[in-house]
């Protein structure tokens, strides 16, 4: 992913982190579906499984991190080199709040398997609104691997859309709870779940940012997309 330097030691450090965040990128992307799979079949048994692949996740974050400060420490890079290392230990940080809302799922799916709620609640909805915000997640930690700003421009804008199912999805459960209030309940614990995967479609679109903030330098997390295809021109 970086560029070559005269150090050959120094791209190789480089170039371990960014293998390590990119391997954590993948725990992430198992965990999200593995608490997915524990809202579809109602599985107390898979979302303990998400809580224990929380605890590596928490250990890779600190491993990298730990490992960002040394490279710091010793090389005290400048300029475009430690813009990376800066984005580097922000994309870790918003993979691990990637597995912690993950895991969150996996909590309100055992929640609503151990309590028995109605299961003609619309649990596809959340189904698809996470497949896209874990293909999101995909796209981002792969244009990040490349330093894609085109990519990640087009992240922006497919966020856009994960907000949108969130929405609606909102409204679908307020229908839910009106006509019956014996699901207000298992809906709540929807809702919960349902701004979990939101969140995850936030955290892919903050790695976009960090992208573009390593190429050009430039801090477009308060920018809208008009304006981030103003500066990448």
């Given at each position: 992913m970086p560029?070559?330097?005269?150090?050959s030691q120094f791209d190789s450090e480089l170039n371990g982190v960014s293998s390590r965040v990119m391997e954590l990128g993948g725990l992430v992307e198992s965990q999200i579906r593995q608490a997915?799979?524990?809202?579809?079949?109602?599985s107390a048994e898979v979302a303990d499984q998400v809580a224990e692949t929380e605890i590596r996740v928490n250990g890779m974050e600190i491993e990298i991190d730990?490992?960002?400060?040394?490279?710091?420490?010793?090389?005290?890079?400048?300029?475009?080199?430690?813009?990376?290392?800066?984005?580097?230990?922000?994309?870790?940080?918003?993979?691990e709040r990637v597995g912690d809302e993950a895991n969150k799922i996996a909590r309100m799916a055992k929640s609503i398997a151990n309590s028995g709620s109605p299961r003609s609640m619309p649990t596809l909805d959340l189904r698809v609104s996470a497949d896209m915000a874990s293909g999101l997640l995909r796209k981002a930690l792969d244009a990040f691997a490349r330093?894609?700003?085109?990519?990640?421009?087009?992240?922006?804008?497919?966020?856009?859309?994960?907000?949108?199912?969130?929405?609606?999805?909102?409204?679908?459960?307020?229908?839910?709870?009106?006509?019956?209030p014996r699901t207000i309940s298992?809906?709540?614990?929807?809702?919960?779940?349902?701004?979990?995967?939101?969140?995850?479609?936030?955290?892919?679109?903050?790695?976009?940012?960090?992208?573009?903030?390593i190429v050009k330098g430039a801090d477009v997390r308060h920018a809208t997309v008009a304006q981030v295809e103003s500066a990448l021109k």
């Open positions: 560029d070559k330097h005269l150090s997915i799979y524990a809202l579809s079949q109602f730990r490992e960002l400060s040394s490279i710091i420490a010793r090389r005290q890079p400048t300029a475009r080199d430690l813009r990376l290392l800066i984005a580097i230990s922000k994309t870790t940080a918003n993979l330093l894609d700003t085109a990519a990640a421009l087009d992240i922006l804008k497919e966020d856009d859309l994960i907000d949108q199912e969130f929405d609606g999805f909102v409204r679908k459960l307020i229908t839910y709870m009106m006509e019956d298992a809906s709540l614990d929807l809702l919960f779940i349902a701004k979990a995967i939101e969140r995850i479609g936030d955290h892919a679109k903050n790695i976009a940012e960090f992208i573009i903030y």
